[in-house]
Structure formats: structure tokens, C-alpha cells
């Protein structure tokens, strides 16, 4: 029986890296995306799941169908969120709860009930990705909004590892620089791209630590700084 791996933010660069990595070991992918890609050819193995992850109901409702379908869940990639810059004198309560919703409301409504069934089956790998000013909000004071919402994923993981612990489920947080995309480029064109993090690399990493060779790395925190 193939492997399944859920993947929110499937539309975007690194999401649809992460899914045609996965594809190609033979994983079945439950694809999460905002908005539904018409017309798109469809890899075989790939189920594609519109939901607005900000809404609990309308997540819990996606997980039921996609449970449903696939017996077991053995690896989650939560790729969905995004970036605002801001600074810390600068930030209101409306764009801290924007990002809050954008970067962790998307990862805990669909992280806890993935974790539930992970800890029913005694298996299972969670991947947030996280962020440098994330890690270190001090860091972050740039773009503060951002920096504290990436931050609670932090804070997330290790309540879920504590809650598994004695079990084989492990949540991993990966800390990238900044990530190759289009989206980044656009927003940040004088900066040097050939220093950010390829997609590919990030997927790459992900897949090796969802291999069978790491279930008793425990580490949570996975840093990914340059390509190689």
C-alpha cells in the first residue's frame, strides 16, 4: 500500500515542490489549495482538496473526506502562509491577527486532527515551515506581524512533540532563509538570489527526514541556510 502525504499551500512554488517529490517515491498526495486549478493535468497519485484553512469547520470537514479515502496518513507538509513585512512601531492588531490567520491558524486547524489520527496509528511526520525571524523575533523587528505568528509554530511543535512523547510521531519545524519563489523575487528585486534556498532543496529534506532511516531523530528543528 502507497504512503500518503498531505500538503497544504499545494499551489504554490514550494508546496508543488514538495508534491512532486513525494509523487515521484510513490506517496499518494492529498493536495490542500486555496482555490481549485481547473483545467490543470492531474499527476496520477495526486488528489487535489480546496479549503480555507483559516476556517476550523471547513478544515475538519476536508480531513473527514480525505480519511475517508486514505487508511493511513504518514507524513504532513504544512507549506500554507505567507509574508508581510512591518515594523514593530509600525504594526497594528489588524495585521498581527492577518498573519496570525496566514502562518498559524492554517497550520494548527489541520495539524492537531492530522496528529490525532498519527498518535491512533503510532506514525507519522509533521513539518511546519518556519522561519529565521521566527526563531528569533528580536530579528524579526522588520517585520513584526510575520515574525510573531511564525514564531507560535514554534511553540506549537513543542507542545505536540511533548504530547508524543513515547510515540513515533515527530513534528519538525523547517528554518530556511529565504525560499527561491517568484512571490520573493518580485518583493525583494536588489536583493542577491543566488544566497536564498532553493524549493527543491527544502523538498529534498523533508522527504529524507520522512524516510524510514530518521524515525528515531527526534530533533525537531531542521535549519536549511544555503543549497548545499
Same mark, same amino acid.
Given at each position: 500500500?502507497?504512503?500518503?502525504?498531505?500538503?497544504?499551500?499545494?499551489?504554490?512554488?514550494?508546496?508543488?515542490?514538495?508534491?512532486?517529490?513525494?509523487?515521484?517515491?510513490?506517496?499518494?498526495?492529498?493536495?490542500?489549495?486555496?482555490?481549485?486549478?481547473?483545467?490543470?493535468?492531474?499527476?496520477?497519485?495526486?488528489?487535489?482538496?480546496?479549503?480555507?484553512?483559516?476556517?476550523?469547520?471547513?478544515?475538519?470537514?476536508?480531513?473527514?473526506?480525505?480519511?475517508?479515502?486514505?487508511?493511513?496518513?504518514?507524513?504532513?507538509?504544512?507549506?500554507?502562509?505567507?509574508?508581510?513585512?512591518?515594523?514593530?512601531?509600525?504594526?497594528?492588531?489588524?495585521?498581527?491577527?492577518?498573519?496570525?490567520?496566514?502562518?498559524?491558524?492554517?497550520?494548527?486547524?489541520?495539524?492537531?486532527?492530522?496528529?490525532?489520527?498519527?498518535?491512533?496509528?503510532?506514525?507519522?511526520?509533521?513539518?511546519?515551515?518556519?522561519?529565521?525571524?521566527?526563531?528569533?523575533?528580536?530579528?524579526?523587528?522588520?517585520?513584526?506581524?510575520?515574525?510573531?505568528?511564525?514564531?507560535?509554530?514554534?511553540?506549537?511543535?513543542?507542545?505536540? /512533540?511533548? *504530547? $508524543?512523547?513515547?510515540?513515533?510521531?515527530?513534528?519538525?519545524?523547517?528554518? +530556511? &532563509? !529565504? @525560499?527561491?519563489?517568484?512571490? /520573493?523575487? *518580485? $518583493?525583494?528585486?536588489?536583493?542577491?538570489?543566488?544566497?536564498?534556498?532553493? +524549493? &527543491? !532543496? @527544502?523538498?529534498?529534506?523533508?522527504?529524507?527526514?520522512?524516510?524510514?532511516?530518521?524515525?528515531?531523530?527526534?530533533?525537531?528543528?531542521?535549519?536549511?541556510?544555503?543549497?548545499?
Amino acid at each position: 500500500m502507497n504512503k500518503t502525504a498531505i500538503i497544504t499551500g499545494a499551489g504554490g512554488a514550494l508546496g508543488k515542490e514538495v508534491a512532486k517529490k513525494f509523487l515521484g517515491e510513490g506517496f499518494n498526495v492529498e493536495a490542500i489549495v486555496h482555490k481549485s486549478h481547473v483545467g490543470e493535468e492531474k499527476p496520477f497519485g495526486y488528489n487535489e482538496n480546496v479549503c480555507n484553512l483559516i476556517s476550523e469547520n471547513e478544515t475538519q470537514q476536508t480531513l473527514k473526506n480525505i480519511f475517508a479515502r486514505r487508511q493511513e496518513i504518514n507524513v504532513a507538509v504544512l507549506t500554507a502562509g505567507g509574508f508581510a513585512a512591518g515594523d514593530i512601531l509600525e504594526t497594528n492588531s489588524k495585521q498581527v491577527l492577518e498573519q496570525i490567520n496566514l502562518n498559524f491558524l492554517t497550520a494548527f486547524n489541520i495539524a492537531v486532527p492530522i496528529f490525532k489520527k498519527m498518535l491512533e496509528q503510532n506514525n507519522g511526520r509533521i513539518f511546519f515551515i518556519g522561519s529565521k525571524p521566527g526563531l528569533n523575533v528580536a530579528k524579526g523587528t522588520n517585520s513584526f506581524a510575520y515574525a510573531l505568528s511564525k514564531s507560535l509554530l514554534f511553540r506549537l511543535a513543542e507542545g505536540l /512533540n511533548a *504530547k $508524543a512523547k513515547n510515540k513515533n510521531v515527530v513534528t519538525n519545524i523547517i528554518i +530556511p &532563509s !529565504v @525560499i527561491d519563489t517568484p512571490q /520573493n523575487r *518580485k $518583493a525583494m528585486p536588489n536583493e542577491n538570489f543566488s544566497e536564498w534556498v532553493k +524549493p &527543491s !532543496v @527544502i523538498a529534498d529534506i523533508i522527504l529524507s527526514y520522512s524516510s524510514e532511516k530518521f524515525d528515531d531523530v527526534r530533533e525537531p528543528l531542521i535549519k536549511i541556510y544555503n543549497n548545499s
